[in-house]
């Protein structure tokens, strides 16, 4: 019997108690007795690149709910991770990160494949832990270490987020496991705080604008903006941008509506920095700002929040809806930003009609992932924008996901196929660069729904739209922003074995996303849409704004 052998499989037996399904694995040999457990119990993927292994393993735990096991050997392979850590500690999703590690004795003497791994990811985890080489005599230790992993990544005072074992091995590596040390009972329960009322009820004109991670249950969440006589303004990552919402929320506020004098922030940000200063308008006249914070976040990077309600967002409308009163204060209020967002939404359909552009693929996309019943994986800067933007709401809106904790373009590719892994139709819509960023995790492509619409617009459409476009030389900008790739994304693409179409009118678009060019629609495949100079998209998103400017004069 080994005792390396026994540990590993008695973490396994405890996380497939705590209902974890899957785990990404990386080749190696100090990892082995993990990786054996993990290939008996749970789904296993295996990737060869750590980093792109990371982003993987955060498109399943986005795609199933349930943290996934990311197992890698040591050294450099556990550094390789932190790109991924980040991303899942920021953007709250669930990572049991395992680093295998060499035992005391090989560290500070020139072994090979020996590095510091303890804190290697500093803050960036909900939990760490150094067990040591596993001994017999700590077998009681196992399965509440286990528990807690699950509990520390799922659970957790700050929310979902990586915890990270560092768990040293001795050779031989490889051998057989003996009994189980036995469950504990009772099993660890984790509880957060509650809210039976609100201490001031809301009333008057308010907002309600929600983000990702805000409600499980959108259809009470327009109740209370029904009963409240609120309109709520709904990011697509959050599930609530269905009919009778505010989708058009970046453009309308653009025209200076009237302020509220409450606006209520449930989930995470949106990036509309439009939206943001128009918040920051409602505090400066002394309008009250509450920020629901389940995770005791404290969001509130314009320091204009004047109370923070540390409660789930769900529990939180529950007690929104016990204090509402009826019927609301201001009916003509919501009646009137429905009226903003209907006029604001036909400026943008006549603008975006006839021609392909980054706003209309979005656009686009939205629509056909819901029709099919898709999932978007939307990559960071202009794509994550143009879809909080311009996508419309939608009675049944698809799933999007993003990797919004640091808002990197890194791990788009790897993230969006680990989402298809799960069996979802997957839609990933991102820039050139971000699909050449992380073009390794095509490396042994798997064989999962994915279709990549890439926008081929020469580089990094974002900085046309910032203060660097205007303060030096085009030529400078090139070179240091825009940083136009050189390399072709059709070749690239077509080198790692993808179907690739391209696509140059919104015709063309709409038959490749409902025709995959692949024989098997379970197979990768890339869209290519060539689009306009960079310059030309920032003019016309002008256009767009300016068009709803007149429509709701």
């Known amino acids: 019997m080994s005792v390396q052998a026994t540990f590993a499989a008695t973490l396994v037996d405890e996380w497939v108690n705590g209902g974890v399904t899957d785990a990404v694995v990386c080749p190696g040999s100090r990892s082995t007795p993990l990786a054996l457990a993990l290939a008996g119990r749970l789904r296993v993927h295996v990737r060869l690149d750590e980093r792109s292994a990371g982003f993987y393993a955060i498109g399943l735990s986005l795609a199933t709910g349930a943290p996934t096991v990311l197992c890698v050997t040591s050294g450099t392979a556990a550094a390789e991770l932190h790109p991924a850590v980040v991303e899942a500690h920021q953007g709250r999703v669930a990572l049991i990160v395992c680093t295998a590690d060499r035992p005391p004795e090989l560290h500070h003497v020139g072994a090979s494949q020996t590095i510091d791994q303890v804190g290697l990811f500093t803050t960036s985890t909900r939990w760490f832990c150094d067990p040591g080489v596993p001994e017999e005599s700590q077998a009681a230790s196992w399965r509440p270490l286990a528990v807690r992993a699950v509990a520390e990544a799922r659970d957790g005072p700050l929310g979902p987020g990586p915890v990270h074992l560092n768990l040293a091995f001795r050779e031989p590596l490889i051998g057989s496991a003996g009994p189980l040390p036995p469950r504990p009972a009772p099993s660890l329960i984790l509880s957060r705080p509650g809210l039976a009322v609100l201490d001031a009820p809301l009333s008057g004109r308010g907002l309600i604008i929600v983000g990702a991670h805000a409600t499980s249950d959108p259809g009470r969440l327009l109740l209370l ?326 429509a709701l004069t």
């Open 225 to 550: 903006g029904e009963r409240l006589g609120w309109p709520v303004l709904a990011d697509p990552r959050s599930g609530c941008r269905r009919p009778g919402t505010i989708a058009a929320a970046d453009a309308i506020v653009r025209t200076n509506p009237p302020l509220p004098e409450t606006v209520v922030l449930l989930g995470a940000p949106w990036l509309s920095k439009v939206l943001g200063e128009y918040v920051s308008k409602v505090a400066a006249a002394g309008g009250r700002v509450v920020c629901v914070d389940p995770w005791w976040q404290w969001t509130d990077p314009l320091a204009v929040v004047s109370e923070f309600h540390h409660v789930g967002g769900d529990a939180w409308i529950d007690a929104a809806l016990g204090s509402a009163g009826s019927p609301p204060a201001d009916p003509s209020w919501l009646s009137t930003w429905q009226s903003f967002e209907s006029a604001a939404q036909g400026a943008i359909e006549r603008e975006l009609a006839g021609e392909l552009s980054e706003p209309a693929v979005a656009r686009a996309l939205a629509r056909h992932a819901a029709a099919v019943g898709g999932t978007i994986v939307v990559s960071a800067s202009m794509p994550m924008r143009d879809l909080e933007w311009f996508s419309p709401v939608l009675p049944t809106p698809p799933p999007v996901m993003a990797n919004r904790g640091a808002n990197g373009i890194d791990g788009v590719v790897s993230t969006a196929l680990g989402v298809a892994a799960s069996g979802r139709r997957t839609f990933a819509l991102l820039g050139d660069l971000a699909f050449l960023h992380d073009v390794s995790g095509l490396v042994n492509l798997p064989e999962v729904p994915c279709t990549f619409i890439v926008l081929d617009n020469g580089g990094g459409g974002i900085f046309s739209f910032l203060p660097q476009a205007g303060a030096r030389e085009r030529d400078q900008i090139e070179l240091l922003f825009g940083t136009p790739p050189h390399s072709d994304v059709g070749a690239v693409a077509r080198g790692f074995g993808l179907d690739v179409r391209d696509v140059a009118s919104p015709a063309e678009l709409d038959d490749a996303l409902a025709t995959p060019a692949s024989v098997s629609a379970s197979s990768p495949t890339l869209v290519r849409v060539k689009l306009r100079d960079r310059a030309e998209n920032v003019a016309l998103h002008e256009v767009i704004n300016q068009a709803v400017r007149l």
